[in-house]
């Protein structure tokens, strides 16, 4: 059975294909201002790369900001349900599933099964989302993927105070202006962020194993910072982390069906 | 004097409301919370003539309460606020 | 259009002022209120509790000589030494920067204070909305505070989120009040309250063929709104009075007080001085009480 499942994000959107619980095919657009035409894209696209035709699909399952713009969809699945499935299918052992999205930030606790018990959700304030990191390497004059590596580079910890992201740009240009390094203001910022997220998941406890989905679990200096403001060893990122809401709700699709 | 200590950003309200009127400063609040978000001082820096000790939030915590109280405050099976509890005057109160 | 000029956005009148009908000669205790703000510094100078000089300046990076500037400025046709002064007090956001003063009051204190004097005993409710703050406070019929709140957190409700709102737009920060009431009909408001996702909100609505003085009315109204809703917190009694540098777009203020359903009380007194002013006043009655400087 060919089921599909789009992610309609407020950044990207995202489509996967699976053939029997495997994926064979992904597209990925930028979501822009124009949700339908994205939606339609990034299905052509994933099914170029399953090299399959969309007669060949049985069902379509849609999540994110955007799903009620999915008028193809069979199911809509909350983007909470979503990521648990997702962790549940990616790491067995998951217990705590963190997703940092472009306009979103959640936590969720879910069981051995992948069911939900517990969720918190930052939404409405960059603050505690990806936006954030992008407002941020806008100010530094820095391109999105170099911000992640250059955390990397510092073992500095400079406080950062602005909680908002317009008060947070205006320090940035302060310390660029102080003539610290990019790499160390790069590292403050992503400490600031993961704190943020770290409280989040605080919210719910902080049970082992951990995953993280959503595009910035490529960000490597997120994700070393995220692990030091957890202080454990491990974050478990699984393939294509940016697909992974998109996956979960054709999982829940295909458990249903 | 109801001072009201936070902010309000996109995704909500958090406010700490501290009543100076009913604070002695104590202090029981300082012991029982566990995110250290509150200091007893000798007086109201909100008025310059009350002379006596009240409880405050530490000013650089007042930017950050959402996740400061995050722990206390788990999505469901919330407990009752440690600060909260600890209080014999019911000074405090939280907006979320 | 790119802006060619955002410098120019955020141009403050710099200013000051001496009461012609005062000798500092005379007087027998002079306090002084320096507020240092994100934005702007001002200095008051009082003679035995009466408004004698000010000065109203940009703030520099550097807060203690912000504050010196501000004071220089505020004495320079005074004639006055410094030594002259008794007491001098610090408030605003970098009151613990201001090397001359005697001690720090909060700026929640001080403006209430302030307020007080400059729009007499019946103000109840200030509000005040600054480069990078929100203040809302109620105060009893002495100018003391009863209930306040204050939001530095989040750039929505501030002058800075206007501020990056107007520089998207390239509209100068001064023309923005004005503009956003040539419209045809009131839009609908940006229903993003985050600067940074209602940025994104306007960036859509001007792709859908919006104007840019409807998308700034759009904003003025969201921005009226959500002050509105932050001071219902602490609760609106007349008199109402709003200062700080807000106070000049009535692009939000009309949309504001058409939602509090008041009118503003009015003054021609320069209202950013207002924390200034309750600054050198508790230091008239600090010096009164005998706890002023020890000399």
Redesign the interface.
């Known amino acids: 059975m060919i089921i599909v499942g789009i992610d309609c994000g407020a950044k990207n959107t995202k489509t996967v294909v699976l053939r029997d619980n495997k994926i064979i095919g992904k597209g990925m657009i930028l979501t822009g201002?124009d949700q339908t035409s994205a939606i339609r894209e990034s299905l052509h696209a994933a099914l170029k790369d399953a090299g399959i035709d969309v007669k060949d699909v049985d069902k379509i399952s849609g999540t994110g900001a955007g799903m009620e713009e999915i008028r193809d969809a069979d199911v809509r699945v909350n983007e909470v349900k979503a990521m648990a499935k997702a962790a549940n299918f990616f790491v067995p052992s998951a217990r705590t599933v963190t997703d940092v999205g472009a306009?979103m930030g959640r936590a969720v606790k879910i069981d051995e099964n992948g069911k939900v018990i517990?969720?918190?959700i930052?939404?409405?304030?960059?603050?505690?989302a990806g936006?954030?990191i992008e407002?941020m390497a806008r100010a530094l004059e820095a391109k999105l993927e170099e911000m992640g590596p250059m955390v990397l580079k510092s073992d500095k910890s400079i406080p950062m105070?602005?909680?908002?992201?317009?008060?947070a740009e205006?320090e940035v240009v302060g310390l660029i202006h102080a003539k610290t390094a990019k790499a160390d203001i790069s590292k403050a910022i992503h400490d600031a962020m993961a704190?943020?997220i770290v409280?989040?998941i605080?919210?719910?406890?902080v049970n082992k194993d951990i995953v993280m989905i959503g595009g910035v679990g490529l960000n490597p200096g997120f994700v070393d910072s995220l692990k030091r403001e957890l202080e454990i060893d491990k974050v478990y990122i699984p393939p294509d982390p940016a697909f992974g809401a998109a996956v979960g709700a054709a999982l829940v699709l295909a458990e249903e069906t | 004097m109801i001072a009201n200590y936070g902010y309000r950003d996109g995704s909500g309200d958090y406010f700490i409301t501290i009543d100076t009127d009913k604070c002695d400063g104590c202090g029981r609040c300082v012991q029982a919370c566990p995110g250290d978000i509150f200091q007893v001082v000798d007086e109201d820096p909100n008025d310059p003539f009350r002379e006596e000790p009240l409880v405050i939030i530490v000013s650089d915590k007042r930017k950050k309460l959402k996740y400061e109280c995050g722990p206390c405050k788990p999505p469901t099976n919330r407990p009752p606020l440690p600060c909260v509890k600890a209080c014999p005057q019911d000074v405090i109160s939280h907006s979320w | 259009m790119a802006g060619e000029n955002t410098q120019e956005y955020w141009r403050w009148t710099e200013s000051h002022w001496k009461n012609p009908d005062i000798r500092w000669e005379d007087a027998k205790i002079v306090t002084v209120g320096i507020d240092v703000g994100s934005v702007s510094s001002q200095a008051v100078v009082m003679t035995d509790g009466h408004l004698y000089a000010y000065s109203n300046m940009r703030t520099g990076s550097d807060s203690p000589e912000s504050a010196r500037n501000a004071l220089n400025f505020g004495l320079e046709e005074t004639n006055m030494p410094e030594s002259r002064i008794d007491y001098c007090i610090g408030t605003g956001y970098g009151r613990v920067n201001v090397p001359m003063a005697d001690r720090s009051i909060t700026e929640i204190a001080c403006h209430a204070r302030g307020a007080h004097f400059i729009y007499g005993p019946e103000v109840r409710t200030v509000l005040d909305v600054g480069g990078q703050d929100c203040k809302a406070i109620r105060c009893d019929e002495k100018g003391k505070v009863v209930n306040f709140l204050m939001n530095d957190k989040c750039a929505a409700g501030t002058g800075r989120g206007m501020e990056v709102f107007a520089d998207l737009l390239s509209v100068p920060i001064i023309d923005v009040g004005e503009r956003s009431f040539q419209v045809k009909e009131e839009p609908e408001s940006v229903s993003s309250t985050c600067v940074v996702y209602a940025k994104t909100e306007a960036t859509g609505l001007l792709r859908k063929g919006w104007q840019v003085n409807e998308v700034l009315a759009a904003y003025c109204s969201a921005m009226a709104h959500r002050i509105f809703t932050l001071i219902e917190r602490i609760g609106i009694e007349k008199e109402f009075a709003i200062t700080g540098g807000l106070a000049k777009n009535r692009g939000v203020i009309e949309r504001l007080m058409k939602e509090i359903g008041l009118e503003p009380m009015r003054t021609d007194w320069d209202t950013q001085i207002a924390g200034a002013v309750g600054a050198a006043l508790f230091g008239y009655a600090l010096v009164q009480k005998g706890k002023g400087r020890k000399k």
């Open positions: 201002f306009e517990d969720f918190a930052n939404e409405k304030c960059a603050a505690g936006a954030f407002a105070n602005a909680q908002c992201a317009i008060f205006s704190s943020r409280s989040m605080r919210r719910i406890g």
